[in-house]
């Protein structure tokens, strides 16, 4: 994936947290973060930068919010977006309760 379409698929999912890879096969993850920190819309989504560990420093400076090695597990990258995202409020109508079994009776 290049960064133009990670860029379109935030868009349209507006998601409580982002993970950049920072090689792009286009080269662009670095421009991605530049764009979402740019972006008053994105300006406070936390975003993990997942790069060389050499490259911890120049991620933070650009503006992510966390940063994952790229030796990283996959529990590890977890571990830190249940950190870091935001929460997400879902709108979910409650189920009504039962009657109480007294009032079942009769």
Do not use: K
């Not at 990283?72 to 039962?98: F, G, N």
Request: glycine share 6%; net charge neutral; hydrophobic share 40%.
């Amino acid at each position: 994936r290049g960064a133009d379409e990670a860029w379109r698929a935030i868009e349209t999912e507006q998601p409580s947290c982002v993970i950049i890879g920072a090689a792009f096969a286009d080269g662009g993850g670095w421009d991605l973060l530049h764009r979402l920190r740019t972006n008053p819309a994105y300006a406070e989504t936390p975003i993990i930068v997942r790069s060389p560990a050499h490259e911890r420093e120049r991620a933070l400076y650009q503006g992510a919010s966390a940063h994952a090695a790229s030796d990283y597990s996959r529990e590890q990258v977890a571990a830190l977006v249940a950190r870091i995202a935001r929460p997400v409020q879902v709108d979910v109508e409650q189920p009504r309760a039962a009657a109480p079994r007294w009032a079942r009776m009769g």
